[in-house]
């Protein structure tokens, strides 16, 4: 029961009820600060989960999917839908647009999909679940590009871009370049190529191979022989990079687009006589003995 209220009456002066403070209970706060923050943790913790859950349920299902026959009209379609996917690529528009020079080389070889052709890329690896690419090279510098889908066939680790498709991809944009501008030094004798692998690269999505013009080097004891330095790269874009004909460079929106770039040392020789080329062969094997 509340106390009565025992101050004197004045007259004239205005009645005001009184006012009690009533203290907090000891620890109510702290208690409060504990409860929030203890519920705001387990709200994150629920939500990532479910996340990770409905991330692992989305890619389980996607690989529990079997491929549709081979031939069938279904794979037919999927495929048309692919193609259709490159062809309208942001890429793919904008290299038609500043002119670039298109090779049919890979569109040409589109039905001997699934009838076991020689070529690796462009028959073997071609398909729904592989590869599907157009090249390109620029009209007045020598730069080669190619533009690939990258299928869920050509995977290493489950949603990663199996490194060893990636070299090939690679080793084939080198062989465009060498066909492109390079076939009048001769044909290709050996090859070095070392890749350094940046970021990982997922099926489902285009990506480019761009190789920019090689360093050509001749070894004066030796006319029919060029050496070939190049460093192609793999790079995920949707406009090609801006190129500055005087230093030969390329610049790309961001290095997080780059993700991977190889070091590529190619030996060209002329056609030379057999015996030319045993002694070809013969400053080959000592040049060997001598780096060592």
Request: charged content about 20%; cysteine-free.
């Amino acid at each position: 029961m509340p106390a009565p209220d025992t101050t004197p009456y004045v007259h004239g002066q205005q009645f005001g009820a009184p006012v009690h403070t009533v203290p907090p209970a000891p620890g109510a706060g702290g208690r409060s600060l504990f409860v929030r923050f203890t519920r705001s943790v387990f709200w994150a913790i629920l939500f990532s989960s479910l996340g990770v859950v409905a991330g692992t349920a989305l890619i389980t299902w996607e690989y529990l999917q079997p491929p549709f026959e081979p031939g069938s009209e279904m794979e037919r379609d999927l495929l048309d839908e692919i193609m259709d996917a490159v062809e309208l690529h942001p890429l793919v528009d904008s290299l038609r647009q500043a002119n670039w020079i298109e090779d049919n080389y890979y569109a040409g070889h589109a039905d001997s999909i699934g009838t076991g052709g020689m070529h690796l890329v462009a028959e073997k690896l071609q398909g729904t679940q592989g590869i599907t690419m157009r090249t390109f090279k620029h009209p007045t510098q020598e730069f080669t590009m190619m533009v690939a889908f990258l299928g869920f066939g050509v995977e290493g680790w489950p949603d990663v871009i199996h490194g060893g498709i990636i070299t090939t991809l690679i080793q084939e944009g080198i062989d465009r370049q060498i066909h492109n501008f390079y076939e009048k030094y001769g044909n290709q004798h050996a090859q070095a190529i070392s890749v350094d692998f940046k970021r990982r690269m997922r099926p489902g999505e285009v990506y480019a191979v761009i190789v920019p013009p090689a360093q050509v080097e001749m070894n004066p004891p030796q006319p029919e022989v060029m050496h070939l330095q190049m460093m192609p790269m793999v790079v995920r874009i949707e406009a090609p990079p801006r190129i500055t004909p005087e230093a030969l460079t390329i610049e790309l929106p961001s290095m997080e687009e780059l993700h991977a770039v190889a070091n590529v040392q190619v030996r060209l020789v002329q056609d030379v006589t057999p015996e030319r080329m045993a002694e070809l062969e013969a400053g080959f094997a000592s040049q060997k003995i001598e780096d060592k």
